[in-house]
């Protein structure tokens, strides 16, 4: 029954925002590391962001590629996580995930994640 469901996504112009949010039910939210994840065609999965089961100072990371723009968040009464989005460009352009893990790590690998959402699609474009 533990469950992750991704919502948000949707077309945005070049310079909008989006916030993403990560619905869990069935586990304990409150006891696990987020991470943010994104996949465009032809490409390999990306890490974008992870926050710890505290989102405490010092344990959130990013992407080089995100970092200044996104921005991941967690209301763990809500069990839910929330990834902003400022300053899209058409290079955000995905089908981003949200997943489970102990910890966070901070290289983003995915294969360190134990279990995941099926993906909201965001695409920038004029």
């Known amino acids: 029954q533990k469950q992750l469901v991704e919502s948000g996504g949707g077309l945005v112009q070049p310079g909008g925002s989006l916030r993403l949010s990560c619905a869990a039910s069935g586990f304990h939210f409150h006891t696990y590391a987020i991470g943010w994840f994104r996949q465009a065609p032809g490409k390999e999965r990306e890490g974008v962001s992870c926050?710890?089961?505290?989102?405490?100072?010092?344990?959130?990371y990013y992407a080089n590629s995100v970092r200044g723009r996104f921005t991941i968040s967690r209301d763990n009464a809500k069990s839910t996580s929330y990834l902003q989005m400022n300053n899209l460009t058409p290079e955000d352009t995905a089908v981003y995930y949200c997943?489970?893990?102990?910890?966070?790590?901070?290289?983003?690998?995915?294969?360190?994640?134990?279990?995941w959402g099926q993906g909201t699609q965001v695409t920038v474009s004029s």
């Open positions: 926050i710890s089961s505290s989102g405490s100072d010092g344990n959130t």
């Open positions: 997943a489970t893990a102990n910890f966070c790590g901070s290289s983003l690998f995915w294969w360190e994640y134990d279990y």
